[in-house]
């Protein structure tokens, strides 16, 4: 296990710390479901060092394929060579592997993880014919925004049946709260103002917005503030500007965030 000071800064908002570990030790994979920014890969960061093992991250696009997962034959000066992909590294290694998104992949990603998501805990390598068997320390986790999800772009039932699940969202402002102080050095007050503006513009959602005021954006603000730029401009910046470019919704953010912070004084 790692030194706590390694340890990445988590405040967990129920038992999903006990949950991974289980399931790690279970050997069974983990499904996290929540909004963007609400701090899933802060939690998957946090558990691999928590647990002493290497991550692999995979940031998932429409172009990622099986073969930028598992590995390819590229060629050198001295003929063709092969290169593992993130996946078959985590497997050899016996560390975590994070695909973050995984429904943004292209579909016949599916393919390549469900031998790894069953007893068999294998990962078939085609092109090289190895077959490698998962020690008993790998672990896969993927993550998805439920809200991008749609009939075209959304994880199969029979693939989500196949992992243990965890829900996500943004913490309760208390936790949010101290989440803010910890992660920029913003005082406890200002802290406050920020999780009760977030609370404002997080009722937009879905009506004037199509993302909800992240945890992750009100840091960008906290350490904007912290730092002293006006929190006036530092919330517009951080936050207005990001969720939207309509003129007319960003018009309405900045007034709420006005109101917020009518002086716009820079954080103590």
């Known amino acids: 296990m790692s030194n706590k000071r390694d340890i990445p800064f988590y405040l967990p908002q129920g038992n999903e710390i006990s949950l991974f570990e289980q399931a790690w030790r279970n050997r069974l994979p983990v499904m996290i479901k929540g909004p963007t920014g609400c701090g899933k890969t802060r939690f998957i960061e946090h558990m691999a060092a928590r647990l002493g093992r290497p991550l692999y991250t995979v940031s998932c696009h ?129 802290a406050g103002a920020l999780v009760k503006l977030a609370g404002s513009l997080r009722v937009l959602k879905d009506h004037d917005l199509e993302e909800a005021a992240s945890t992750r954006l009100l840091i960008y603000a906290a350490r904007l503030m912290r730092s002293g730029v006006p929190a006036g401009e530092a919330c517009r910046a951080a936050l207005a500007e990001p969720l ?25």
Not at 111 to 124: A, F, G
Not at 244 to 258: C, F, R, S, V
Request: charged letters at 30%; proline letters at 7%.
């Open 62 to 190: 429409d172009d990622l394929t099986a073969a930028d997962l598992v590995g390819r034959h590229l060629i050198g000066d001295s003929g063709t060579f092969w290169v593992d992909g993130p996946l078959t590294r985590a497997v050899r290694e016996g560390a975590i592997c994070y695909l973050d998104e995984v429904v943004e992949a292209r579909k016949d990603t599916t393919v390549v993880i469900h031998p790894l998501t069953d007893d068999r805990r294998i990962l078939p390598l085609e092109r090289t014919g190895e077959v490698l068997k998962a020690p008993p320390e790998f672990m896969l986790v993927v993550s998805y925004n439920p809200g991008y999800q749609n009939l075209l772009k959304g994880m199969k039932p029979s693939t989500r049946q196949r992992f243990v699940g965890l829900s996500f969202n943004f913490p309760e402002p208390d936790l949010e709260r101290r989440i803010l102080v910890e992660e920029s050095g913003i005082d406890e007050k200002t």
């Open 244 to 268: 939207t470019d309509d003129e007319e919704t960003l018009k309405a953010l900045n007034e709420i965030i006005a109101v917020s912070f009518p002086r716009g004084e820079a954080a103590p």
